[in-house]
């Protein structure tokens, strides 16, 4: 969506839909938040690659933006590199992959 006009964003429209999750029976609202301690003790070890470096986790809340949506898709990008990497990418091999995912990504919204 970045980059496109309002006027853009509408032709290319086609439904949403809405969810109360505060009212949800199964989430309630659910979000994480930290307290400062475990913020500071918590996010090393939870943010980091288990399993040998197969076992990634992202999302929001294991982010710096936890309790925001910005933070989903940074993790997203983040445990995307690690693999890459763990895969024996190089970080400019990883950093053009992602590149031209995101140019892939672009173009379909177009």
């Not at 429209?13 to 938040?33: K, N």
């Not at 090393?44 to 990634?56: D, K, M, N, W």
């Not at 990497?85 to 672009?106: C, F, H, I, N, P």
Request: with cysteine.
């Amino acid at each position: 969506m970045l980059g496109k006009t309002y006027g853009e964003l509408w032709n290319i429209y086609e439904a949403h839909f809405a969810w109360d999750w505060q009212s949800d029976p199964y989430t309630r609202g659910v979000f994480a938040l930290f307290n400062p301690s475990h913020f500071c003790e918590m996010f090393p070890v939870i943010s980091r690659p288990a399993g040998g470096g197969y076992l990634h986790f992202a999302g929001e809340a294991i982010s710096v933006h936890n309790a925001r949506i910005s933070g989903a898709p940074a993790l997203a990008y983040r445990s995307v590199a690690e693999i890459l990497m763990t895969e024996g990418y190089s970080r400019g091999d990883t950093e053009a992959a992602l590149q031209a995912a995101l140019t892939v990504g672009e173009k379909l919204l177009m």
